[in-house]
């Protein structure tokens, strides 16, 4: 246990040690939560009656346009603002009677504009809540490095450099290690990925995701990108201006069933396919395929395939990779599968391809099934367009999110 | 003073214990004000950044001390501090007070908000805050300011020879009575050279005391 060194801090009891993988995760509750700033022109609440339980380990994204209350909402958090009615409690406890350094002590921070101390090397910004605590420098020293590596930074290379000297993703990076350094069962971020260009940012978003699984925090996360929002959320929290609470839903509900014409709007209407963003190719069964191997006499390709064994063949070679479509209608038994005569196979889907990216790429072949191949590239199935509607239509089948609950957040798939 | 050279070497060589002691004073006296002011100055500038309706007030007087012609105000405070080092440390400290002040103010000010914000939600108490982040950002601009401070300062002491402080405005006074170049030149040309290394020491020590504000690397 880290009890003796830690004087009066935030964590649970439950801490067992340091190491990233101590899946400590608190439950956020906000209840009646308002906010009104008291020089407010217009005279309307910044965060209006606001709702929200977030159970322990599960990401809760708030978004929303721009003035609608959720930077507020994240900031009420960790006092950081305090609200005008209503009460927050972290693991039950409400938050007014706690300590605000305190309690922001046991809370990861991340902005968008990370925030770094441009005067300390990415060691010192890293430990400074661990100091804080009064670990021994040891300790800290140990941990800085592990969570650099846990961030994917190399610490050889980066402990003794100062902010200034790394790239905007890399701060980034810093800025996530810096929030997780005392292992607190809540991370609160702000846009973080919001100033990296999109290639990190989708990256840096991959990249939480992975150390979500691992780490399994409870994650209160704002942003206006709808995509961020469902790419990232267990949970998301559509905020409307006058910070009202327009509907609270695991992403793939909130698709299927907008609560109201803003949420409607707000997700898009592209918000089909925003939904097969959120199911895998792997997630389906496939439709069998008659499969020939090169050179073997059409009759016994046809036998493997039984009685309704369909005229075209799934021509692959020894190692059991797809060579291409064989028309075998009208030809004999005996006649060997010909590889010169095969057409170029039709598109091939991996397991871990969304549905999004499968559509497009059978609606590029233009609409001829696509061959679900295994990790060795071995084909497993047909999926076709007809296939991925219909599993649209089953909103919240096999793989998709349950109505109620959110799916444990290390159950979550990989994003793109 | 027909046929004297500016500068009379050989009197330059007879007499390195009376040009050493002069500068001694010189940098003594210039090294108290400095520090003085900043002992007066830095909490006036915390003050004024945390509370912002006294920053008006608190740089208006140092604004007007400032404009007090030096002179005068060494005359005005003696019936009270006589001719004393009192005296002319009470004047010299009064001159860098704007100088520091504001230097310090604008370091504090230019912190970046997200620097700050980040500091407040990792818990850090107001004072951690300004001791391990606010102070140590400003540094650069408040030895900025130092430096402007130290430089004016090395020639304001050279005013304080009138009441009888000593420094290298004492060997030009004497030079002026005796009508004795070289003394006036000794003098003068010292107190630029204490300026100038004063001025060049004071950015090393910056240099090493903030040597992340040198990398360059690809951010702002």
Known sequence: MRGNTLRGTALSPTDAGTSPRSRRAATVALEHVSKRFGDHVEDQPAVDDLDLFIPAGATCVLVGPSGCGKTTTLRMVNRLIEPSGGRILIDGEPIAGRDPTELRRGIGYVIQQVGLFPHQTIAENVEVVPRLLGWPAARRRERVEELLRLVGLDPARHLRRYPAELSGGERQRVGVARALAADPPLLLMDEPFGAVDPIVRARLQEELLRLQRELGKTILFVTHDIDEAILMGDLVAVMRQGGTLAQFAPPAELLAHPASDFVARFVGADRALKRLTLRRVGELAPAPVTIAVAGEPLGAARARGGPGAPGHLLLVDHEGRALGWVDARGLPDDRPADPTTARPPAPLLEAETTLRDALSILLDAAGSPGIVVDDTGRPTGLLTVEAITAALQDGNGPGGTGEDAPPPAGSRPTGG | ?220
């Open chain 2, 1 to 220: 003073m027909p046929g004297e050279p500016l500068i009379r070497w050989s009197w330059v060589a007879d007499h390195p214990a009376e040009i050493g002691g002069a500068l001694g004073q010189h940098l003594l006296l210039t090294v108290l004000a400095v520090l003085g002011g900043l002992a007066i100055s830095l909490p006036l500038a915390v003050v004024a950044h945390r509370y912002r309706r006294t920053e008006a007030p608190i740089t208006w007087v140092a604004g007007v001390i400032y404009t007090i012609p030096s002179l005068a105000l060494f005359v005005l405070l003696i019936p009270v501090t006589g001719l004393s080092i009192l005296t002319s440390e009470i004047g010299l400290v009064g001159y860098t007070l704007l100088i520091l002040v504001r230097n310090t103010l604008a370091g504090l000010d230019g912190v970046p908000p997200d620097v700050l914000e980040a500091a407040d939600a990792m818990g850090l108490t107001r004072f951690q805050r300004l001791v391990r982040v606010e102070l140590p950002i400003a540094v650069p601009v408040i030895v900025a300011g130092i430096r402007i401070a130290t430089v004016t300062t090395v020639g304001l002491v050279t005013v304080t020879a009138l009441i009888g402080q000593g420094g290298l405005g004492q060997l030009m006074l004497t030079g002026f009575i005796n009508l004795f170049p070289t003394e006036i030149y000794v003098g003068a040309l010292l107190s630029v050279v204490l300026a100038v290394a004063a001025d060049a020491g004071l950015l090393l020590l910056q240099r090493a005391l903030t040597p992340w504000a040198r990398v360059h690397g690809a951010g702002a």
